[in-house]
Every structure is written in structure tokens, then in C-alpha cells.
């Protein structure tokens, strides 16, 4: 079945510690995304891809990398500089057809402990 | 810059009463908008989407949205709830913006009450 996977489903991260979390779909899809999840807040962006080896920042990126060497991966680093990481992160694709649904992972939940 | 606002973080109705989730959008260019829909600890599964072809769209699980253009709305309904609809309900607009990415609302709790 086609779809988007993301591991691992929970992950605890030490402060002060990269941590990064996979996302990997087998949709043939040439656009992927990071968002992140906190109540009451929806979903912000954080990167997005079009194609491979070319990533934009979305509106918070600061604290996070990227990286896009294959169409079916794009994996997201949590970095040090992240001053508030716990939260839920989610990975999706989509065609880059303008009005696109997009397909969502499962998410991860990330805390610092 | 494209916009959604979500009225109502938690929506609470009984079991078989009407479901109204309000969603309203701001977008300089015709929108596409989305309704999805989030169960505790998973992704987000799209519920239906508007791509200007009807102004009223029917989705999954029975519910459907109406697109108003001259309120810029785009609100979800359903004639009756059922207990397996509790969940959070995510509206979300793009094509204002590079990229295609989707802008999504702050999310509305619904809860059913038996």
C-alpha cells in the first residue's frame, strides 16, 4: 500500500541533544512537508521540499534542518538551538499540482526529558 | 499571505444532533480549502476538499461544506453525530502562497455527548 511513514512514533530527546526523525513515502510524490503540532496552535510549517536537493524554510524554521537527497525521504532534524522542542511533528507529501490534497504520516511525538 | 480562522476551539453536541465546525479564510487568489480531520496520537485523514468545481462538497463519514464566497466561508456539517466523530477537525486553505502548502486553523475539539 502506497502511503507515508514516520519513525519512530515517540522519542525522548535529552536537552541539549540532535535528534531526527524520518519520513519516508512511496507515493512518487515530488513535494514533501514538515509541520509541527502544539494545542491550540493547529499546524505550523517548518520546511518544505519541492524537489530533490532543494528545501525552503516555512514560518518556523529556526532550530531545524532538513535534508532532501532522495524523492521518498525527507528527514527532519531537531537541533540544540530548538529552545522548545516537545511537541508533535508531521510529515506529509504531496503532487505539485496547485490544490493538491496533501497525505499526512502518523506523526512523531517528540519530549525532552 | 493566505489565512484560516477556526471559531470555536471545542464544539461540544449530542448524539444525533446537528455538527456546524466554522471556518473562514482569507486568501488574495480563488482558494482550494480542506477540511481534515485528526483522531489522539495520529495523522491528519482528509474529510473533503474544495477545488471551485461545486460550492457544496460532500465527504467521507457523511459530512460536507459549503463554500461562500461572499462570506469567505467554508463550514462543515453533518445532520447527525455520532459518538465515532469525536475527534479534532483541522480547516486549511492554500494557493495564495509558493509551494503549495497548506495554512491550517488553530483545529476545533468536537465532542459527543451520548
Known amino acids: 500500500d502506497g502511503g507515508i511513514t514516520q519513525s519512530p512514533k515517540y522519542l525522548f530527546r535529552k536537552e541539549g541533544q540532535n535528534v531526527t526523525l524520518s519520513c519516508e513515502q512511496n507515493?512518487?510524490?515530488?513535494?514533501m512537508y514538515w509541520y509541527r503540532q502544539d494545542p491550540g496552535q493547529g499546524l505550523r510549517l517548518i520546511y518544505y521540499?519541492?524537489?530533490?536537493?532543494?528545501?525552503q524554510k516555512g514560518d518556523i524554521a529556526e532550530g531545524y534542518s532538513v535534508s532532501r537527497e532522495k524523492k521518498e525521504s525527507f528527514p527532519l532534524t531537531v537541533t540544540s538551538a530548538q529552545k522548545n522542542p516537545t511537541a508533535f511533528y508531521l510529515c506529509?507529501?504531496?503532487?505539485?499540482?496547485?490544490?493538491?490534497?496533501?497525505?499526512f504520516g502518523q506523526g512523531t511525538r517528540l519530549t525532552v526529558v | 499571505a493566505q489565512s484560516v480562522t477556526q471559531l470555536g476551539s471545542h464544539v461540544s453536541v449530542s448524539e444525533g444532533a446537528l455538527v456546524l465546525l466554522r471556518c473562514n479564510y482569507s486568501?488574495?487568489?480563488?482558494?482550494?480549502l480542506f477540511w481534515y480531520v485528526q483522531y489522539p496520537n495520529q495523522g491528519l485523514q482528509l474529510l473533503l476538499k474544495?477545488?471551485?468545481?461545486?460550492?457544496l462538497v460532500k465527504g467521507i463519514n457523511g459530512f460536507e461544506a459549503e463554500f461562500k464566497k461572499s462570506e469567505t466561508s467554508f463550514h462543515l456539517t453533518k445532520p447527525s453525530a455520532h459518538m465515532s466523530d469525536a475527534a479534532e477537525y483541522f480547516c486549511?486553505?492554500?494557493?495564495?502562497?509558493?509551494?503549495?502548502?497548506?495554512?491550517f486553523g488553530g483545529g476545533t475539539r468536537l465532542m459527543v455527548k451520548p
Open positions: 506529509a507529501s504531496s503532487t505539485d499540482r496547485s490544490g493538491a490534497t496533501a497525505f
Open positions: 507515493l512518487n510524490h515530488d513535494a
Open positions: 521540499s519541492q524537489i530533490v536537493n532543494d528545501f
Open positions: 486568501s488574495s487568489v480563488p482558494p482550494y
Open positions: 474544495y477545488t471551485s468545481a461545486a460550492t
Open positions: 486549511a486553505v492554500s494557493g495564495d502562497n509558493a509551494g503549495n502548502m497548506l495554512t
